[in-house]
Nanobody, 127 residues
Framework: QVQLVESGGGLVQPGGSLRLSCAVS????????IGWFRQAPGKEREGISC????????TVVGSVKGRFTISRDKGKNVIYLQMNNVKPEDTAVYYC????????????????????WGIGTLVTVSP
């Protein structure tokens, strides 16, 4: 059973940067990709980025493209989401997730394809 724990959230000013981490433990060989999602109050969960553990190929989609990047430290089993030039609309709870049958493609992650989730970390963008 794989476990995921997000960290790094907090309060950041508009235009600032933040790096989120997703620590993966348990049966690490059982996952192929990690996805990052976010959910703002009153909105549906949105997939924003994913990365394949096999080859490091990655995708960033939507309004965060060009500002956020995803990376991995394979030795530490940690996936990072670097958030730059953040905006108030980036305020949300950020989640990482995985599934052994999922492969990250150019379309970006869809929450319905993932079965294991972390509990999330809150990011608040405010002056």
């Amino acid at each position: 059973q794989v476990q995921l724990v997000e960290s790094g959230g907090g309060l950041v000013q508009p235009g600032g940067s933040l790096r989120l981490s997703c620590a993966v433990s348990g049966s690490t060989l059982s996952f192929h990709a990690i996805g990052w999602f976010r959910q703002a109050p009153g909105k549906e969960r949105e997939g924003i980025s994913c990365i394949n553990s096999s080859d490091g190929s990655a995708t960033v989609v939507g309004s965060v493209k060009g500002r956020f990047t995803i990376s991995r430290d394979k030795g530490k089993n940690v996936i990072y989401l670097q958030m730059n030039n953040v905006k108030p609309e980036d305020t949300a709870v950020y989640y990482c997730a995985t599934d052994p049958d999922y492969y990250c493609s150019d379309d970006g992650p869809d929450a319905t394809d993932f079965t294991s989730w972390g509990i999330g970390t809150l990011v608040t963008v405010s002056p």
